[in-house]
């Protein structure tokens, strides 16, 4: 099974878990070693097909205690988190051998035609990762910490040159780091809160994108200079960064006002230390006495070190801004005028001293350390990041209802659309307040009205955009507008509708129009509109055929909208880690897109675990730079083709099918909730500690309220990943039925959205598992329910064989052998924690929520935090 997998990756492997096994030999003794390597074997027979293996592990599983179940689970949940380790670490081992920007650098050399130069191309180019809150990610912050420190052992360990003493020291951290990991719990004691998931998302930066942005601008600035004689200006920012952490109060009553400005100042202070590190460095190092006139003007005749003493006075504020904010958030006065303020206080002296380096004849010394520091001050700035702000277009419409029956106006949520335009229209260009002095507002609103004011404080370059969630009407845009301007914000802060649900997708072209035909307001918004677009909740309310196919759709009505108003559109993708949620590998998901969709730039969301595999390493962020960048270059220059109309009857109809095939099942059928929460965790799921948001958004709703994060990740539980493909390929059969096998083959070949939708359909079938999620039933599902399982899995296979015969495959991912290798490494750790996880969700429902004792409830935990690590997603 696993001939052709790189023998240096399973050496690596091996290795590791024989590190644990000694460990685990050392803890608990050799009985206990030799059980969980006997479930190993036993698992990969398992994974094999062996049934009597199979059963063989639920009937020791059935056997052992609490506790020992919760022992295993450990054991597995951590040999898959160090197989992700080696596969990770592999990964960036073999970065060298590629590089997609040189790849498409080398490609344009024969392109005959491009749509626009490279020139316009790198000036156009704009990557703005959006960190967000969702809370996919299972691994613990102190094991993500020694995951990275073993990831750093094990590239010094791969090192040909290390001596044997060096390389016995590296072999005593890593069984030491590893000893750390296993007597660590795995499970956090509590949910983080908002502020601890934006702290994480600053320690993301300070550990890796901090030097990766600098070393990405470089080799980039490097290449094109070398092969085009192109050179990247000074305040070049192809990369920034944006963050939902701590302003997504969409559903999370956690997001509060006093959260966000908590946040806000937190990140100002983390980037305060972070350059304060950087500007101490070059105080060190910038000691020479030669200057340029502007240099000298600035510090003075006299002065003998001119680069020290600009530098010394921006030490002086970095600092005063550290010790501010902490004395701030101790309780202390607010006393902002000794804090750096503007990133132009970052940038200008930086920039005086590269430039007088460069003018004396120092470009060798200025171009060094000084240089990533001064791309550094224009990708972070004094903030760090910029904060997006979330909300409900149901709260904003909330605030008006009150302040309208307030002022005896009637009630602003029965007003026609039109009515709403008017008022907020007339608002909008009044010269008084409309929010009364003497009022007391629901509590629900008042906290909007508080958001509004922290907003209203900050500075431009702190915050993101607001993105307003289910926004459906023109009214929803301006309402936004109105309570900033009643706040007193000072700068037009962009807000973004969200287009979520199918419905929502289909009509944003219609509610856009309307939005850009005020001419007031493409005024305001000095013609750049945001939208954003939902993949998550639109994939969960049709499937992911239909939702891809309005996606897509959306997007390139609304690029022509822009056009032909002369707006500059920038498009923001939600999308999620998961096929599910919209997932596809980053330079896949850009060449998918309508022609068009990136002349605005890319703003796209980074998600939970995603964002360690991406960007967790300096290697693996400069990677995932690289394919986003080639990607967007490639689309700006080479675009994709717009769909035939054929492609188009067809593609719709194949849609429409899916559509109603998926809503038969999940909204129809009246024992869909029923089998759906016996098959899956997913009632379980709440109890696991990941995020700080409800799984929920009203406590007592069902499925339909569910969030699309514990949608996916109870399916991925169970290996029955239905969201991903439920009746999409039922609809490809009719297609084919209907004659349609030539149009189809051509849309495969000369189509990348089309092309994408297939390769997405075949990871999610390497990953889907129907003999696993059979147990499931077996154990979990009622008598009377599971034969709607049973035609569940007879569609997954009927569609795996349907796909295959397309793609004129025998199996899954041929052409993909070393994404199908990786997940064949994880396979025979995977089964034991299946079997494990279906025994104790089985004593769980027999105890009850009362009766749960501690070690179930956490051997369980571990079982589902261990799979989801294992299929390296979540949600």
């Known amino acids: 099974m696993q001939k052709g997998i790189d023998d240096s990756l399973l050496e690596t492997v091996r290795y590791l878990g024989t590190e644990l096994g000694q460990i685990i030999q050392q803890h608990l003794g050799d009985e206990w070693l030799e059980k969980i390597e006997t479930v190993r074997k036993q698992g990969r027979k398992s994974y094999s097909g062996e049934k009597q293996a199979t059963e063989s592990l639920q009937k020791l599983f059935s056997e052992m205690s609490d506790q020992s179940l919760l022992t295993v689970g450990r054991a597995f949940s951590q040999f898959l988190n160090l197989a992700n380790l080696a596969e990770q670490e592999h990964t960036v081992a073999n970065l060298n051998e590629q590089d997609p920007v040189a790849d498409f650098l080398s490609k344009i050399k024969s392109v005959e035609h491009c749509e626009m130069s490279l020139e316009e191309a790198i000036e156009k180019l704009s990557i703005e990762l959006v960190l967000t809150a969702h809370p996919t990610e299972v691994t613990r912050r102190t094991l993500i910490y020694k995951y990275s420190r073993l990831a750093e052992c094990l590239s010094e360990l791969h090192n040909e040159s290390l001596s044997d003493a060096n390389r016995a020291q590296v072999e005593r951290r890593i069984a030491e780091l590893i000893s750390q990991a296993w007597h660590t719990d795995e499970i956090r004691a509590a949910r983080p809160t908002p502020v601890d998931e934006a702290q994480w998302g600053f320690s993301v930066i300070e550990n890796s994108l901090w030097q990766a942005v600098p070393d990405f601008i470089r080799k980039l600035n490097d290449q094109l200079k070398n092969e ?172 008006f209802s009150e302040i309208t029956r307030y002022l005896g106006l009637g009630d602003y949520s029965n007003w026609s659309e039109q009515d709403k335009q008017a008022f907020l229209l007339r608002e909008l260009a009044s010269k008084r307040p409309l929010i009364p002095r003497v009022w007391e507002p629901s509590a629900e609103v008042q906290e909007v009205l508080d958001t509004c004011k922290v907003v209203a404080k900050q500075s431009e370059q702190a915050l993101g955009i607001y993105i307003i969630s289910m926004a459906r009407a023109p009214s929803d845009v301006l309402e936004v507008h109105l309570l900033l301007q009643e706040s007193g914000i000072k700068w037009p802060m962009p807000v973004a509708p969200l287009f979520e649900t199918l419905d929502d997708l289909n009509n944003a072209f219609d509610s856009m129009s309307r939005l850009l035909d005020i001419e007031w307001y493409r005024g305001f918004i000095k013609n750049h509109q945001y939208v954003m677009i939902g993949y998550s909740d639109s994939a969960k309310d049709a499937g992911a055929l239909a939702a891809g196919w309005a996606q897509y759709q959306a997007q390139e009505a609304l690029v022509e909208l822009a056009q032909k108003h002369q707006v500059e559109l920038t498009l923001f993708h939600g999308r999620g880690g998961t096929i599910g949620r919209g997932g596809l590998p980053a330079h896949g998901a850009i060449l998918s897109q309508p022609p068009g969709s990136c002349l605005g730039g890319l703003r796209v969301t980074e998600q ?48 429409n099918d899916a559509r109603d095939n998926y809503r038969a099942v999940v909204r129809h059928d009246e024992n869909f909730v029923a089998y759906f929460r016996s098959a899956t965790p997913e009632l379980e799921l709440s109890k696991l500690p990941l995020g700080s948001r409800p799984s929920k958004r009203k406590p007592n709703g069902g499925v339909e309220s569910l969030r699309a994060i514990p949608w996916i990740f109870a399916w991925a539980q169970n290996r029955l990943v239905l969201p991903a493909w439920l009746g999409v390929m039922k609809a490809f059969k009719v297609s084919l039925e209907n004659g349609n096998e030539p149009t189809i083959k051509e849309m495969m070949k000369e189509w990348p959205f089309f092309a994408s939708r297939l390769s997405m359909l075949e990871m999610v079938f390497m990953k889907a598992n129907p003999q696993m999620a059979a147990i499931y039933d077996e154990v979990l599902v009622p008598e009377e329910l599971k034969y709607f399982g049973q035609n569940l899995r007879d569609e997954l296979m009927e569609s795996q064989a349907l796909l295959l015969q397309i793609l004129e495959q025998k199996e899954v991912m041929e052409k993909d052998p070393s994404g199908k290798e990786s997940m064949q490494i994880r396979a025979n750790y995977l089964e034991p924690l299946h079997l494990m ?36 997603n979540t949600g």
């Open 608 to 655: 939970g675990e995603t964002i360690r595999y991406k960007f967790g390493t300096e290697p693996l962020a400069q990677r995932s730079f690289g394919l986003y960048a080639s990607a967007i270059l490639e689309a700006l220059m080479l675009p994709p083709p717009a769909p035939k109309d054929q492609w188009r009857d067809v593609m719709t109809e194949m849609a």
């Open 228 to 399: 085009f004689d192109i050179e990247l200006p000074l305040n070049s920012t192809p990369i920034r960064f944006g963050s939902w952490m701590g302003g997504d109060r969409d559903g999370n009553p956690f997001v509060t006002s006093k959260v966000t400005e908590e946040v806000l100042l937190l990140a100002r202070k983390r980037a305060a230390v972070l350059f304060l590190d950087d500007i101490s460095t070059l105080y060190v190092e910038l000691s020479m006495a030669q200057c340029d006139e502007q240099l000298r003007e600035k510090v003075g005749a006299d002065e003998r070190e001119p680069y020290r003493a600009i530098l010394g006075q921006l030490k002086s504020k970095l600092q005063a801004t550290v010790e501010g904010i902490e004395a701030y958030l101790e309780g202390d006065s607010y006393k902002e005028n000794s804090w750096i303020q503007k990133q132009e206080e970052l940038i200008e002296p930086l920039e005086l001293c590269y430039q007088s380096l460069v003018n004396c004849g120092m470009r060798g010394i200025a171009n060094g350390q000084l240089l990533d520091s001064v791309r550094r001050a224009h990708c972070f700035g004094v903030n760090l990041l910029k904060l997006d702000i979330r909300q409900d277009s149901d709260r904003h419409d909330q605030v």
């Open 837 to 872: 996880q279906v025994e104790l969700l089985k004593r769980a429902r027999e105890a009850g929520d009362e009766t749960l004792n501690h070690n179930l409830e956490r051997a369980l935990m571990v079982s589902i935090a261990g799979v989801a690590t294992g299929l390296r």
